[in-house]
């Protein structure tokens, strides 16, 4: 199948039936859709980020370290009211979602070890959840209409998470991403902060209509809405 103007091959041992893929490039734009189960021998992707120290989210269906020149961090519970997003210093897992915070414009996205690539059917993103507030990985790209039913909060800038809503068909989830939701909660917009390894603690907080308006709505890569 083709992507980003070129083909990706896979190849079927005859003898052992097992697939393989020399040189994957994942393109970042597109739903996952794999029809077979593989190994990638190398995986590429690029994304770019501007470089304004916000986090962007991701998920992805092959584990990797965290890219050069951005920081990689998952949800955490600080106690029985506060979350935060901690630092991870191993490895990003598959189908785990992450927030970003890029230092570089371009973030290299790049396994070159072995790693085996799921079909669709077998590719299932996952969730953390911490003191009602869950963040939820997608490989699909999700529309509108789904998006604000669900009442998904989405990242805006100023790490601001803002529900969809409110007539702008535009904002939507792209694949490989992520978005929060609350339990049996609905706010205005809130904002939750990072922690390091040692301290730094940022509970989620209500922002008012007026800090939630539509004059401050971007769509997810960044580009501001009228």
């Known amino acids: 199948w083709c992507s980003d103007g070129g083909t990706n091959v896979v190849l079927t041992d005859p ?4 697939r393989s893929c020399q040189d994957f490039y994942f393109d970042s734009g597109e739903d996952y859709n794999v029809p077979w189960g593989f190994t990638a021998e190398k995986i590429r992707t690029t994304r770019e980020l501007p470089m304004d120290e916000s986090a962007y989210t991701i998920c992805l269906p ?3 370290p965290a890219p050069q020149g951005a920081k990689a961090y998952s949800l955490e519970k600080k106690d029985d009211n506060e979350v935060s997003f901690k630092q991870i210093t191993g490895d990003m897992e598959a189908f785990k ?5 890029s230092h570089e414009s371009d973030v290299q996205l790049n396994c070159e070890g072995e790693q085996r690539l799921p079909s669709t059917e077998e590719a299932v993103a996952q969730f953390d959840t911490a003191n009602g507030v869950t963040i939820h990985g997608t490989f699909r790209r999700i529309d509108y209409n789904e998006a604000a039913i669900g009442n998904y909060y989405v990242l805006q800038e100023d ?14 989830v792209p694949p490989y991403r992520a978005y929060l939701t609350l339990d049996g909660t609905q706010t205005a917009s809130f904002y939750i902060g990072f922690s390091d390894d040692t301290d730094g603690i940022s509970s989620p907080e209500s922002m008012s209509p007026a800090d939630s308006s539509s004059d401050g709505w971007l769509t997810l ?3 501001h809405l009228n």
């Not at 003898?15 to 097992?18: G, V």
């Not at 790490?159 to 939507?172: A, C, R």
Request: glycine letters at 14%; proline letters at 7%.
């Open 221 to 223: 890569d960044g580009r």
């Open 159 to 172: 790490n601001v998470w803002k529900p969809v809503g409110g007539g702008h068909s535009n904002v939507t």
């Open 15 to 18: 003898n052992t039936q097992e």
């Open 62 to 64: 092959y584990s990797l």
């Open 97 to 101: 979602p992450y927030l970003i915070v």
